[in-house]
């Protein structure tokens, strides 16, 4: 069964560093790329890079200067960092595993604020 | 980057009704292998998006024969036949073209 859950700070003060664990079952994160979707409140959704399965990663640009996603192979485990927040930082980040493109399995979501 | 358009819905709309979403984007989502990169999501209140159509046609494992998905190289069409109370939630069309993966803006769905 494919699940992937997000686990990280619900609230982080401006200007700091925001980490995010995917952490994934059902599937091995180097046989699949997984992608980060961001959502604002009450907005839509974004995406945010990837990390192909191979190792490599691909970031939105307008987010690249302050993003790095790395994984951890052994645990199948999947992080993003993301510095310098801004309250348009706060949203709920997703975890989502690729699929001969298309997104076909998502985590739950973890809201995070920004705010001191 | 890709710039996705979506249409609005006339909400509410009645139960049992048909609906379609339309969806644009700003280059053709055509690949040279013949598929074409546009993805359907729908969001329910309070969840995660799930898939419901990708490559523009083809419904994924368990959605209901109610949704289908058309159009051309730029233009795209979700259609609901009638509407249920479980379909209420925001509709996304996605690229899978190129990166960034780009969304269009959402498009509400409620229920009369």
């Known amino acids: 069964q494919v699940r992937l859950k997000e686990s990280g700070p619900r609230l982080v003060q401006p200007s700091q560093t925001l980490s995010v664990t995917c952490t994934v079952s059902g599937f091995s994160v180097t046989s699949y790329h997984v992608s980060w979707v961001r959502q604002p409140p009450g907005k839509g959704l974004e995406w945010v890079g990837a990390i192909w399965k191979g190792g490599s990663t691909d970031y939105n640009s307008a987010l690249k200067s302050r993003l790095s996603i790395s994984r951890d192979t052994s645990k199948n485990q999947v992080f993003l960092k993301m510095n310098s927040l801004q309250t348009d930082d706060t949203g709920t980040y997703y975890c989502?595993?690729?699929?001969?493109?298309?997104?076909?399995?998502w985590g739950q979501g973890v809201m995070v604020t920004v705010s001191s | 980057d890709i710039v996705m358009t979506q249409g609005a819905l006339p909400n509410p709309v009645p139960s049992g009704e048909s609906a379609s979403i339309t969806c644009q984007s700003s280059k053709s989502l055509l690949h040279s292998n013949g598929k074409t990169y546009l993805n359907w999501y729908l969001q329910r209140p309070g969840q995660s998006p799930q898939l419901l159509i990708y490559w523009m046609s083809t419904r994924a494992s368990g959605v209901s024969d109610r949704f289908s998905g058309s159009g051309s190289g730029t233009d795209f069409t979700l259609k609901i036949s009638s509407v249920e109370a479980e379909d209420v939630g925001v509709y996304y069309c996605?690229?899978?073209?190129?990166?960034?993966?780009?969304f269009g803006a959402g498009t509400k769905l409620e229920l009369k």
């Open positions: 989502a595993k690729h699929s001969g493109g298309y997104f076909d399995y």
């Open positions: 996605q690229q899978f073209l190129e990166y960034p993966y780009t």
